[in-house]
């Protein structure tokens, strides 16, 4: 029988399209609430994980203990640190490290465009204007806080992963602060209370919140258009 491929996103919103375009269905496995269907006759699994390290990290291994998995593609928005980046770009890291160990690990090209640049994975909002251009002189392209844990049980597991995240923000347009981050809960579902609280709070931001989720629904799009396409693509090929 074959084995699945397997998309991991840390939100909801990165799932939409996924499940729109591989017609998924919802499915209990284990201790792991999934998404499965097919993709070319093959057997495709995705998963939402939870933003951060953690929730990665244990998401990716209930995955591994249900099911004999042959590759793990991250799907999903990531933050760009250079101003000129633009809104809906597709980012493919040659590498991505883990900013807590400075452990870095190197995806699986699936043949869709050229990989170049590095992610960087921390559980912490990263704002600070020197800080961001620190990491942007050791060739950091993107932000995020899940990939590296997902590289790390997928290679422990000898696992081969692949990444397709797309822009979804700019950390110089100061849109995202530490206020707008914890309007989320950890599942990556929206406060709504909190979301409520901050427009009363900040009328004035209303079409700022806007243009951020347009700019998320793009990028979610985006990603996972050119991760579907990647996959088949190597099924085609035979890889």
Do not use: N
Request: hydrophobic letters at 45%.
């Amino acid at each position: 029988m074959p084995r699945w491929i397997a998309f991991v996103c840390a939100m909801p919103m990165e799932l939409t399209p996924l499940k729109k375009k591989l017609s998924l269905g919802k499915s209990r496995l284990g201790a792991l609430d999934a998404h499965t269907g097919a993709l070319d006759g093959r057997p495709v699994v995705a998963i939402v994980t939870g933003m951060g390290t953690r929730l990665a990290t244990t998401g990716v291994e209930r995955l591994l203990a249900a099911l004999e998995v042959e590759r793990v593609v991250v799907v999903g928005i990531t933050g760009a640190i250079h101003p000129e980046s633009e809104i809906g770009e597709l980012v493919l890291p040659e590498a991505v490290v883990d900013g807590d160990t400075g452990t870095e690990f190197h995806p699986q090209p699936l043949g869709v465009g050229r990989p170049s640049g590095k992610m960087w994975t921390s559980d912490a909002l990263i704002t600070d204007p020197g800080e961001v251009a620190g990491l942007r002189a050791d060739g950091v392209v993107a932000l995020d806080m899940e990939t590296a844990a997902v590289a790390r049980v997928c290679e422990g597991h000898g696992i081969p992963w692949s990444v397709f995240r797309a822009f979804s923000d700019r950390t110089t347009d100061g849109v995202i602060d530490d206020e707008v981050f914890h309007l989320s809960h950890q599942d990556g579902t929206p406060d709504a209370k909190a979301v409520a609280a901050y427009l009363v709070k900040h009328p004035g931001r209303v079409p700022a919140m806007a243009r951020m989720a347009k700019d998320a629904k793009l990028a979610t799009e985006r990603a996972a258009e050119a991760a579907v396409t990647a996959v088949s693509q190597s099924f085609r090929a035979g890889s």
